[in-house]
């Protein structure tokens, strides 16, 4: 299974990006995809996650109403679209999947079965 992840970037605050998460060796549509993001210094944190149909999508209060999670299962890809960037959104980003019927505490990172390489979002002021 691989989890490539690309789109990383440098952009000035207000900026966007997308990064998008390519995923092979696995049925694609059987996982709900999730991104979290580490920065120096600090754990890695739950960002948001797409469910499996696309039916619900779920966020951290730091990004909600900024950042929107899709996927294409017809790809085998996910997007993480990042608007109005923020300085404090600087961090590696990766992407991770979750086997459906695991539950729903999606910020347990325990619960993700692969994860992507990361790819480096800096967010300059």
């Known amino acids: 299974v691989q989890l490539q992840a690309s789109g990383g970037g440098l952009v000035q605050a207000g900026g966007s990006l997308r990064l998008s998460c390519a995923a092979s060796?696995?049925?694609?549509?059987?996982?709900?995809m999730g991104w979290f993001r580490q920065a120096p210094g600090k754990e890695r944190e739950f960002v948001g996650i797409?469910?499996?149909?696309?039916?619900?999508?779920y966020y951290a209060d730091s990004v909600k109403g900024r950042f929107t999670i899709s996927r294409d299962n017809a790809k085998n890809t996910v997007y993480l679209q990042m608007n109005t960037l923020k300085p404090e959104d600087t961090a590696v980003y990766y992407c991770?999947?979750?086997?459906?019927?695991?539950?729903?505490?999606?910020?347990?990172?325990?619960?993700?079965?692969?994860w992507g390489q990361g790819t480096q979002v800096t967010v300059s002021s």
């Open positions: 991770a999947a979750r086997l459906r019927g695991t539950g729903y505490n999606y910020g347990n990172k325990r619960a993700y079965s692969y």
């Open positions: 060796g696995l049925t694609f549509s059987n996982y709900h």
């Open positions: 797409i469910t499996w149909s696309s039916d619900n999508t």
